[in-house]
């Protein structure tokens, strides 16, 4: 019986510190004033997460593409993007980088997202994309 109790502990301790390290995943949406301070810093690591086509339309410039909704996401995060850095996250409107800054934050990035996206980013901004 002492080893049920024990097991059970273990259990509910495990889940409890894993809920704890999913809580501690957060990200910070950012306007695009403070994208533009972020990104000016050349050790962000900025991101588009849009599809390879959207990208090729337009982008802010040193972006890399990076399709959350691609099957290689995973894989690219592993190789392109470095953990010890902040990353910079973007797409069309603001719903997938939430979801890219996420699952970024989840791997231990430091992350930050454009709210509002790249639409509103290029609406308020005279100077040139990509």
């Not at 902040?86 to 939430?98: D, E, I, L, N, Q």
């Amino acid at each position: 019986m002492k080893r049920i109790l024990l097991l059970v502990a273990l259990v509910c301790l495990g889940a409890y510190v894993y809920s704890q390290r999913r809580a501690s995943a957060t990200f910070k949406s950012v306007d695009n004033a403070e994208f533009a301070r972020i990104i000016a810093d050349t050790t962000v690591q900025l991101v588009d997460v849009r599809t390879p086509a959207e990208f090729a339309a337009g982008h802010i410039p040193e972006a890399v593409n990076i399709d959350v909704r691609g099957e290689k996401f995973d894989s690219e995060v592993k190789t392109v993007l470095d953990p010890s850095r902040p990353v910079a996250v973007y797409c069309r409107s603001g719903a997938r980088s939430k979801t890219a800054a996420h699952a970024l934050a989840e791997k231990g990035f430091r992350v930050y997202e454009l709210n509002k996206g790249f639409m509103n980013w290029n609406g308020a901004r005279t100077e040139p994309t990509e």
